[in-house]
């Protein structure tokens, strides 16, 4: 990918907590008015301080946007050593939250951005491309579990995520990417829609070929909790777009901030 077409439109690498807006290009062609094109997608990357490389986290968002929850996320995986990107896909098209209908095409689009990021950080020298993990919240955690998890290969070349965390969607896709990196599912039982689903993950795809490789996926379920469980504008119960109830839950969030810790540290240690 050209430096020109994904120069920063601020530079601060070497100063601790910088971040800088970077635009990056989907990993999908389409088609507009007859030619293909890659859209350009917005990120705002920070890293710890140093010239690295480090681990890094790719953010994706959830139907809420660019919450401050994602803001929180990015700036504890700064203090935990890893460098962040939160992908702007709602914004790249022109929006600022999900709108009412929901379209599950967004999960197509988002997967895209999430490989598009992680070709693009992979050419920086602060990012270490061999430890590139992806985090999704619902609208992002769909993109993984939907478009990425079941596929066998998603970059060119050896490139690839070294992980995968997703929160509060439906597990009952393949997971074929079991093959190629751990995983995290995190689900809240009062998340009717999608908890169902990872709840029984296991049993459900138990004679799979992707059984034997169980050993790489870790499911951690909330009782008595809802989706969206670590936003903290959710003080009061809520619907989204997807009529999904939402209601923070500091106990959740906080234990969920502790596993992923975990399981990112946990990763890297493996490697």
């Known amino acids: 990918m050209s430096r020109s077409i ?8 070497t100063l601790a907590g910088c971040v800088t807006a970077e635009p990056f290009l989907t990993k999908e062609t389409r088609l507009a008015n007859g030619k293909e094109y890659r859209l350009k997608v917005g990120g705002e990357f920070k890293k710890p301080d140093g010239k690295g490389p480090f681990p890094t986290v790719i953010i994706l968002q959830s139907c809420g946007g660019s919450s401050p929850s994602l803001y929180d996320w990015s700036n504890k995986m700064n203090s935990w050593g890893y460098a962040t990107f939160i992908v702007k896909s709602l914004e790249a098209r022109g929006m600022q939250t999900c709108q009412k209908p929901f379209s599950t095409i967004l999960y197509i689009d988002v997967a895209s951005d999430a490989i ?5 950080l992979a050419q920086k020298p602060e990012v270490d491309s061999k430890k590139i993990f992806v985090i999704g919240f619902s609208l992002g955690a769909g993109a993984i579990n939907s478009h990425i998890l079941p596929k066998d290969k998603i970059a060119s070349g050896d490139l690839d995520f070294a992980g995968a965390i ?3 969607q439906r597990c009952g896709m393949s997971m074929a990417a079991l093959e190629r990196f751990p995983v995290l599912q995190i689900t809240a039982s009062l998340d009717h829609a999608h908890h169902p689903t990872c709840a029984n993950y296991k049993a459900h795809w138990s004679r799979n070929d992707i059984a034997k490789h169980f050993d790489r996926l870790s499911v951690v379920s909330y009782e008595g909790v809802h989706h969206a469980f670590d936003d903290t504008r959710n003080y009061s119960m809520k619907a989204d777009v997807g009529d999904n109830t939402m209601l923070y839950d500091s106990k959740a969030h906080l234990d969920s901030v502790i596993r992923v810790k975990e399981f990112l540290n ?3 240690e493996g490697r």
Not at 6 to 13: D, G, I, W
Not at 116 to 120: K, R, S, V, W
């Open 6 to 13: 994904t120069a920063a439109l601020a530079t601060c690498f």
């Open 116 to 120: 598009g990021a992680l070709e693009y």
């Open 166 to 168: 997703s929160f509060y």
């Open 266 to 268: 946990k990763v890297l």
